[in-house]
């Protein structure tokens, strides 16, 4: 059919609105929106799991009970009338531990002129809720029409901040997006463009292709971990309590098992909107459920198992008790087993599965 006789088929009054060009490309934009996994991701499925993610996560539940520890037994029974607060006897040089770490929320010593020393970071929303319900509990164990003398010793420790919980998430983030981003768009565009097809055909070794990605995911995470342990160092004085060996282990660990993860989805995939949709719905309950920005303990007990088990879980908490409490090696064993187990079953997997064409 000629231009001119589609013309004027499109502007017969027969021919009806579904023939006019405005409609039929407002068809064609419909199309391609619903052939693009990314688009559809994004759109719909990332507000739902958000959503629900976060729902979940902030629902209404009965009040926090509140970790302190008292530096005698006697304000421990004192503290422990308040069903508010979980109360922890310890010896004075692992109290002060315990509150420099964040480990408890309020510290409660004898003053030695008499009455009670509270300590707490007024800065930590769950350090000024204890000092309310600590001092109701302390002044009604009492039972005295005199109360007892209360003395605020606030604190302001590095470990038990905000930003000391977030940056270790951070981190963590930053180790699965680089390494599942960077290993399945570098692999899926060099098949797309029949890169990959080209080098097989050459004496290359196949594993010698595969390694440079991992040679490659090292080397920039010298930087990529640099960057941010030095700003959260220097503009907030975030700690690194444990030893460096055991952060870099850590850190190369967690890398390699988010790139055996980004090599298992590329391993077939042949578009790079594929990939992309493939990526974010494997990232994104991780991004929700493994405590990035809040205590992945705000979920049910009932799912905890399965968000431990999950493998930036597993990079970030070891990451905290490593950087705010300085866990040894042994201590984070059970991480770093999980890591393991990822990084093993996924890299055999994609070498299984592994397309070269």
């Avoid at 030695?112 to 001092?135: F, H, K, M, S, W």
């Avoid at 444990?242 to 980004?262: H, M, N, P």
């Amino acid at each position: 059919m000629s231009n001119e006789a589609a013309r004027t088929l499109a502007n017969t009054p027969q021919a009806g609105f579904a023939a006019h060009p405005l409609a039929q490309l407002t068809i064609v934009r419909f199309k391609e929106f619903i052939r693009e996994p990314e688009a559809i991701f994004w759109v719909f499925v990332f507000p739902i799991l958000l959503a629900a993610g976060l729902g979940i996560a902030f629902r209404n539940r009965p009040a926090d009970v509140l970790r302190v520890a008292a530096s005698t037994p006697a304000l421990a029974q004192a503290l422990s009338g308040n069903k508010l607060l979980d109360v922890r006897t310890l010896p004075p040089a692992a109290a002060e531990s315990a509150l420099r770490e964040g480990r408890v929320a309020l510290l409660a010593q004898p003053a030695p002129e008499g009455g009670v020393i509270l300590r707490y970071d007024d800065n930590n929303p769950e350090g000024r809720t204890a000092r309310l319900l600590a001092g109701d509990s302390i002044q009604k164990a009492a039972g005295r029409g005199d109360p007892v003398p209360l003395t605020d010793r606030l604190v302001h420790e590095a470990g038990s901040r905000y930003i000391d919980f977030l940056i270790p998430g951070l981190l963590g983030m930053n180790l699965m997006g680089s390494a599942i981003w960077g290993m399945g768009f570098a692999i899926v565009d060099a098949r797309r463009k029949k890169l990959m097809k080209r080098l097989v055909a050459t004496p290359m070794p196949r594993h010698h292709y595969l390694l440079s990605f991992v040679l490659s995911r090292l080397l920039l995470l010298v930087v990529e971990v640099g960057v941010l342990l030095g700003f959260g160092a220097g503009a907030f004085g975030v700690p690194v309590r444990g030893s460096l060996s055991v952060l870099v282990l850590l850190c190369v660990l967690g890398s390699l098992s988010f790139g055996a993860i980004g090599l298992l989805i590329a391993s077939r995939v042949q578009t790079i909107e594929a990939v992309s949709g493939i990526m974010n719905v494997v990232m994104m309950p991780m991004w929700i459920l493994s405590g990035v920005f809040f205590s992945s303990q705000r979920f049910p007990d009932l799912v905890q198992p399965l968000i431990r088990l999950l493998p930036l879980t597993a990079v970030i908490d070891a990451l905290r008790a490593h950087m705010l409490r300085g866990a040894t090696l042994a201590e984070i064993a059970p991480q770093m087993a999980i890591l393991t187990g990822w990084m093993v079953l996924c890299f055999i997997a994609a070498l299984k599965l592994f397309r070269w064409r």
